[in-house]
């Protein structure tokens, strides 16, 4: 999208705006000379599309009517930037959850993103709920974090041929002649940016390995800060930065239009603007095109407070040499060099993130023994996104509470799945051992119970016995054993996944095993040895009592 400066006769149909712009202007037209000579200098804003979300990742339909409704803030904010030459990082997650309500998606969140479509601004997209982007990679993550899976949030109930007076999106809704489709996670975040791979961290915030994981992500470019370089090139927008291209926001400036963007009153907004022009034309060096060039970044933090915006951009576009651009103008500028200083996220923030990272890989490993592991890794997934995003560092110790309320879920779903409570068993000589498994999850869990017995009195016939469990229930399993002998048996108990991941931890139980076959073998052998024992005896008598007789008694009895 090519962009002209306003004519100079343009101002005067700018009305009281432009009267108010011009008793400033006046004023610093003296002391801004000496700073740098008249020139021109192209500049270019960057604004941040989001809004805060919630703990699940996605807006609710209630949320988003209030956000796309006449005066709501991303209304406000639309109504700000269309039109006009700022490039628009847009948070996939407002596109995802309108999409996600299907036929029951506010008329006026349908309308918004029509709008948003029929734009010419320049548009990237930003991180999912514009998550803290090299947080997650300088904790560990490979790569930069994004959503796995949309299934678990896609209820089938909301797709239905939607009504032809309403504005549906074509992305997930058919023609009115076909059956309804449901959406799939990629078309969810389907969008026609105009310049794809943009990556813009959270001011100062990048190292060099951040940009080589970057770089090997294939990301054209990245947005920095100019705190987070050092020997910038004045004047210049555009630069490279160990191989690779990068924009650079002006950090002074950027806070100057954040301070104007925040003025309460006409009057404050007059000295706020007169101050950030005065520090646009005082801007020194020259770019290949022979003009300065500098970005303007609307800060995350600055997105409630856009009334401001629309007049403040209509205002630049008409202070004298001042000429606005876009993100694709200063990308076409040739580029200078510049070497990144080292920025590195808070060590307490990388090893909370770990935390996180760690929870989530044994929430994957856990999910293996769900019919669908889509359903809970998906999930898992857009919830760290959102505990990453901006809004929850607002105010001290709130990041850190969302932090521990992640990990507190993540050992919640893992203890979904487990064995019942059960007191000690009696197991006669041959049958089942019954062993309880509880399932609170909303979807079927297949678990392969192991039992191990301590002691050779007890053998378990099937290693790994299988067992299916409906949702949110709770069902017996009979595995198969054979008693040796008589006496208690510790059994260590525990289940397993098809992958063989382990769920929860082992747990002990005690059996009285009462082997049937030992009683009649051992009073068998008690009877057998009692009677030759007794036959011992009695012969023995009898042959005491022969020696006793007398000859004469023995000589008559012959």
């Given at each position: 999208?090519?962009?002209?400066?306003?004519?100079?006769?343009?101002?005067?149909?700018?009305?009281?705006?432009?009267?108010?712009?011009?008793?400033?202007?006046?004023?610093?037209?003296?002391?801004?000379?000496?700073?740098?000579?008249?020139?021109?200098?192209?500049?270019?804003?960057?604004?941040?599309?989001?809004?805060?979300?919630?703990?699940?990742?996605?807006?609710?339909?209630?949320?988003?009517?209030?956000?796309?409704?006449?005066?709501?803030?991303?209304?406000?904010?639309?109504?700000?930037?269309?039109?006009?030459?700022?490039?628009?990082?847009?948070?996939?997650?407002?596109?995802?959850?309108?999409?996600?309500?299907?036929?029951?998606?506010?008329?006026?969140?349908?309308?918004?993103?029509?709008?948003?479509r029929a734009a010419e601004n320049d548009t990237?997209?930003?991180?999912?709920?514009?998550?803290?982007?090299?947080?997650?990679?300088?904790?560990?993550?490979?790569?930069?974090?994004?959503?796995?899976?949309?299934?678990?949030?896609?209820?089938?109930?909301?797709?239905?041929?939607?009504?032809?007076?309403?504005?549906?999106?074509?992305?997930?809704?058919?023609?009115?002649?076909?059956?309804?489709?449901?959406?799939?996670?990629?078309?969810?975040?389907?969008?026609?940016?105009?310049?794809?791979?943009?990556?813009?961290?959270?001011?100062?915030?990048?190292?060099?390995?951040?940009?080589?994981?970057?770089?090997?992500?294939?990301?054209?470019?990245?947005?920095?800060?100019?705190?987070?370089?050092?020997?910038?090139?004045?004047?210049?927008?555009?630069?490279?930065?160990?191989?690779?291209?990068?924009?650079?926001?002006?950090?002074?400036?950027?806070?100057?239009?954040?301070?104007?963007?925040?003025?309460?009153?006409?009057?404050?907004?007059?000295?706020?603007?007169?101050?950030?022009?005065?520090?646009?034309?005082?801007?020194?060096?020259?770019?290949?095109?022979?003009?300065?060039?500098?970005?303007?970044?609307?800060?995350?933090?600055?997105?409630?407070?856009?009334?401001?915006?629309?007049?403040?951009?209509?205002?630049?576009?008409?202070?004298?040499?001042?000429?606005?651009?876009?993100?694709?103008?200063?990308?076409?500028?040739?580029?200078?060099?510049?070497?990144?200083?080292?920025?590195?996220?808070?060590?307490?923030?990388?090893?909370?993130?770990?935390?996180?990272?760690?929870?989530e890989k044994k929430d994957t490993a856990f999910?293996?023994?769900?019919?669908?592991?889509?359903?809970?890794?998906?999930?898992?997934?857009?919830?760290?996104?959102a505990t990453l995003a901006p809004q929850w560092?607002?105010?001290?110790?709130?990041?850190?509470?969302?932090?521990?309320?992640?990990?507190?879920?993540?050992?919640?779903?893992?203890?979904?799945?487990?064995?019942?409570?059960?007191?000690?068993?009696?197991?006669?000589?041959?049958?089942?051992?019954?062993?309880?498994?509880?399932?609170?999850?909303?979807?079927?869990?297949?678990?392969?119970?192991?039992?191990?017995?301590?002691?050779?009195?007890?053998?378990?016939?099937?290693?790994?016995?299988?067992?299916?469990?409906?949702?949110?229930?709770?069902?017996?399993?009979?595995?198969?054993?054979?008693?040796?002998?008589?006496?208690?048996?510790?059994?260590?108990?525990?289940?397993?996944?098809?992958?063989?991941?382990?769920?929860?931890?082992?747990?002990?139980?005690?059996?009285?095993?009462?082997?049937?076959?030992?009683?009649?073998?051992?009073?068998?052998?008690?009877?057998?040895?009692?009677?030759?024992?007794?036959?011992?005896?009695?012969?023995?008598?009898?042959?005491?009592?022969?020696?006793?007789?007398?000859?004469?008694?023995?000589?008559?009895?012959?």
């Amino acid at each position: 999208m090519s962009l002209r400066p306003r004519r100079l006769a343009f101002v005067a149909g700018l009305g009281m705006v432009a009267a108010l712009i011009a008793a400033p202007l006046t004023a610093i037209a003296a002391p801004a000379a000496p700073l740098a000579p008249a020139s021109t200098v192209n500049v270019a804003v960057v604004v941040p599309l989001s809004v805060p979300g919630g703990r699940e990742g996605y807006l609710d339909a209630v949320t988003l009517e209030g956000y796309t409704e006449a005066g709501g803030l991303l209304a406000r904010e639309l109504d700000a930037l269309i039109g006009s030459p700022v490039a628009i990082g847009i948070d996939p997650m407002i596109l995802a959850s309108i999409r996600l309500l299907g036929s029951s998606a506010p008329d006026s969140a349908l309308a918004w993103l029509e709008r948003l479509r029929a734009a010419e601004n320049d548009t990237f997209a930003l991180t999912y709920g514009d998550s803290d982007l090299t947080l997650g990679l300088q904790a560990g993550s490979a790569t930069v974090l994004a959503p796995t899976s949309f299934a678990y949030a896609i209820d089938s109930s909301l797709f239905t041929v939607p009504d032809p007076a309403s504005t549906p999106d074509p992305a997930v809704t058919p023609a009115p002649d076909e059956p309804p489709l449901l959406p799939t996670s990629a078309n969810l975040l389907d969008w026609a940016y105009t310049l794809e791979s943009i990556a813009w961290p959270q001011p100062s915030t990048t190292t060099t390995a951040d940009l080589e994981k970057l770089g090997a992500a294939e990301y054209g470019a990245t947005i920095l800060n100019s705190g987070n370089l050092k020997r910038t090139p004045a004047g210049a927008a555009h630069v490279t930065v160990g191989g690779g291209s990068a924009i650079v926001t002006d950090d002074a400036l950027s806070a100057l239009l954040g301070a104007t963007l925040r003025a309460q009153s006409a009057t404050e907004w007059q000295d706020a603007f007169a101050t950030l022009s005065t520090g646009l034309q005082s801007v020194q060096g020259r770019g290949a095109s022979g003009r300065a060039s500098v970005v303007l970044a609307v800060g995350r933090a600055e997105f409630d407070t856009t009334s401001r915006l629309r007049s403040t951009i209509t205002a630049l576009e008409n202070v004298p040499s001042v000429v606005p651009t876009t993100l694709t103008g200063i990308l076409g500028e040739a580029p200078a060099a510049a070497t990144l200083a080292e920025k590195p996220q808070p060590e307490v923030r990388t090893e909370l993130t770990a935390s996180m990272l760690a929870a989530e890989k044994k929430d994957t490993a856990f999910s293996t023994v769900a019919e669908n592991p889509a359903l809970i890794t998906g999930d898992r997934r857009l919830r760290m996104l959102a505990t990453l995003a901006p809004q929850w560092n607002r105010y001290p110790g709130g990041w850190g509470n969302e932090v521990a309320r992640y990990l507190e879920g993540s050992e919640r779903l893992r203890a979904s799945v487990r064995l019942s409570d059960s007191s000690d068993l009696i197991f006669g000589d041959r049958g089942s051992l019954p062993i309880y498994v509880t399932n609170d999850l909303t979807q079927p869990v297949t678990v392969y119970i192991v039992v191990d017995p301590l002691t050779p009195l007890l053998t378990v016939e099937d290693s790994r016995f299988e067992l299916m469990i409906e949702p949110g229930s709770n069902r017996r399993a009979a595995v198969p054993a054979v008693a040796r002998s008589n006496g208690l048996v510790n059994l260590e108990i525990s289940l397993h996944t098809a992958t063989g991941n382990a769920i929860g931890t082992t747990s002990t139980v005690t059996t009285n095993v009462q082997a049937g076959w030992e009683t009649p073998i051992i009073g068998a052998l008690a009877l057998l040895v009692f009677g030759t024992f007794g036959f011992g005896i009695f012969r023995t008598i009898k042959r005491r009592r022969q020696q006793r007789l007398p000859v004469t008694d023995v000589a008559d009895a012959s």
